[in-house]
C-alpha cells in the first residue's frame, strides 16, 4: 500500500488558533467575571462612598450605612432593618445595587453550566445577567448623588451640599471602586455576547478529497517511481504499449496502439506490417 496524505487548509489552521484563543480568552473572561462580582460585594457593604473626617460632624456615609468616625466608629443602618437606612433615596440606591451583586453572583452560578451545556448557550445567559447587572450598578451610582440633599449629610459637608453637589466632603474610594465595577461589567458582558456568536468550525467545508487517496490520484504532476505515465497507480497492471516498425528511421511517423487510425496512416508504410515492442 502507498503512502497516505494529509490535506490542511490554511481556513483550517485558522479555525484551530480561533478556537485555541477563544478558550483562552473564556478562562479570562470567567477570572474577571469572579473580580467583577467581588467588586460589586466590597462596594455594597462598605461605608466609603462619601464622607468627611475633618469636620464638627465627622461621618462616612456608604449605601445603607452612615458611620460616625469618633473614637468609637457607631455606623447606622442595617440590611435585615430596610426602614433603618437613612433617606428615600439612600434606599433606592440600595437596592439597585444590591440588584447588582445578586446578579453578578448569580453570573457566577451560571458559569457551572459548561459542564452541562453548550458553550454558546452558557455565553448568552451570562451575558445578559452581567448586561442586567452592569445597568443596575450604573442606575445605583448614577442615582446616589441625589441623596447629598439629606439633612446628615448637609451636617457633614456644609449647608453647600446638595443634590450633586457634595460640598465638603470628598468621594471616597468605593465610590470609586464602584465606577470601576460598571465599566467592568459592561465589558465583560460585551466579551461574553461576543465569545458566544463568533464561533468558527473546525473542520469547513472545502473541495479536498479524503485524504485516503494514493498520492498521484490528486496531482497527475505528483507521480512516484512506480507510477506509470500512461496511468495512475490504480492502472499498473497495463504496461505502456508503442507500435514500431523494426527497420523504419526513428524520425519516420509512428502511432501508438491506443490512438485510432486516421487517413495519414492508412497509407503509410505501417498499414499492413505492425509489430509490438513493449518497453
Given at each position: 500500500m502507498g503512502s497516505k496524505i494529509e490535506y490542511v487548509d490554511s481556513s483550517h489552521l485558522y479555525a484551530t488558533?480561533?478556537?485555541?484563543?477563544?478558550?483562552?480568552i473564556g478562562v479570562l473572561w470567567a477570572i474577571f467575571t469572579i473580580c467583577y462580582a467581588i467588586i460589586a460585594v466590597v462596594a455594597f457593604v462598605t461605608p466609603e462612598w462619601i464622607g468627611d473626617?475633618?469636620?464638627?460632624?465627622?461621618?462616612?456615609?456608604?449605601?445603607?450605612?452612615?458611620?460616625?468616625?469618633?473614637?468609637?466608629?457607631?455606623?447606622?443602618?442595617?440590611l435585615d432593618d430596610f426602614l433603618s437606612i437613612n433617606g428615600l433615596v439612600f434606599k433606592i440606591a440600595t437596592v439597585l445595587v444590591g440588584i447588582a451583586v445578586a446578579l453578578a453572583l448569580f453570573t457566577i452560578c451560571a458559569m457551572l453550566l459548561f459542564f452541562f451545556?453548550?458553550?454558546?448557550?452558557?455565553?448568552?445567559?451570562?451575558?445578559w445577567l452581567q448586561l442586567l447587572s452592569a445597568a443596575a450598578m450604573v442606575?445605583?451610582?448614577?442615582?446616589?448623588?441625589?441623596?447629598?440633599?439629606e439633612t446628615s449629610v448637609q451636617e457633614t459637608c456644609g449647608p453647600t451640599a446638595d443634590q450633586y453637589n457634595i460640598g465638603r466632603c470628598h468621594i471616597r474610594w468605593a465610590y470609586l471602586l464602584a465606577v470601576i465595577g460598571c465599566l467592568d461589567g459592561i465589558v465583560l458582558a460585551a466579551l461574553a455576547f461576543i465569545l458566544a456568536t463568533r464561533h468558527v468550525r473546525l473542520q469547513p467545508d472545502s473541495g479536498y478529497p479524503p485524504p485516503s487517496l494514493y498520492k498521484g490520484e490528486v496531482n497527475n504532476a505528483y507521480v512516484t517511481d512506480a507510477t506509470s505515465v500512461s496511468g495512475s497507480r490504480k492502472s499498473l497492471a497495463l504496461q505502456p504499449v508503442l507500435i514500431?516498425?523494426?527497420?523504419?528511421?526513428?524520425?519516420?511517423?509512428?502511432?501508438?496502439?491506443?490512438?485510432?487510425?486516421?487517413?495519414?496512416?492508412?497509407?503509410?508504410?505501417?498499414?499492413n506490417t505492425m509489430h509490438n515492442y513493449q518497453l
Amino acid at each position: 500500500m502507498g503512502s497516505k496524505i494529509e490535506y490542511v487548509d490554511s481556513s483550517h489552521l485558522y479555525a484551530t488558533n480561533y478556537v485555541r484563543n477563544s478558550k483562552a480568552i473564556g478562562v479570562l473572561w470567567a477570572i474577571f467575571t469572579i473580580c467583577y462580582a467581588i467588586i460589586a460585594v466590597v462596594a455594597f457593604v462598605t461605608p466609603e462612598w462619601i464622607g468627611d473626617l475633618e469636620t464638627e460632624y465627622p461621618r462616612k456615609f456608604g449605601l445603607w450605612q452612615v458611620c460616625k468616625a469618633d473614637e468609637v466608629e457607631d455606623c447606622k443602618g442595617r440590611l435585615d432593618d430596610f426602614l433603618s437606612i437613612n433617606g428615600l433615596v439612600f434606599k433606592i440606591a440600595t437596592v439597585l445595587v444590591g440588584i447588582a451583586v445578586a446578579l453578578a453572583l448569580f453570573t457566577i452560578c451560571a458559569m457551572l453550566l459548561f459542564f452541562f451545556c453548550q458553550s454558546t448557550t452558557v455565553f448568552h445567559i451570562c451575558g445578559w445577567l452581567q448586561l442586567l447587572s452592569a445597568a443596575a450598578m450604573v442606575a445605583g451610582v448614577a442615582v446616589y448623588p441625589a441623596a447629598w440633599s439629606e439633612t446628615s449629610v448637609q451636617e457633614t459637608c456644609g449647608p453647600t451640599a446638595d443634590q450633586y453637589n457634595i460640598g465638603r466632603c470628598h468621594i471616597r474610594w468605593a465610590y470609586l471602586l464602584a465606577v470601576i465595577g460598571c465599566l467592568d461589567g459592561i465589558v465583560l458582558a460585551a466579551l461574553a455576547f461576543i465569545l458566544a456568536t463568533r464561533h468558527v468550525r473546525l473542520q469547513p467545508d472545502s473541495g479536498y478529497p479524503p485524504p485516503s487517496l494514493y498520492k498521484g490520484e490528486v496531482n497527475n504532476a505528483y507521480v512516484t517511481d512506480a507510477t506509470s505515465v500512461s496511468g495512475s497507480r490504480k492502472s499498473l497492471a497495463l504496461q505502456p504499449v508503442l507500435i514500431m516498425h523494426p527497420h523504419a528511421p526513428m524520425d519516420m511517423d509512428t502511432y501508438s496502439h491506443y490512438s485510432g487510425r486516421t487517413a495519414r496512416s492508412k497509407h503509410g508504410i505501417y498499414a499492413n506490417t505492425m509489430h509490438n515492442y513493449q518497453l
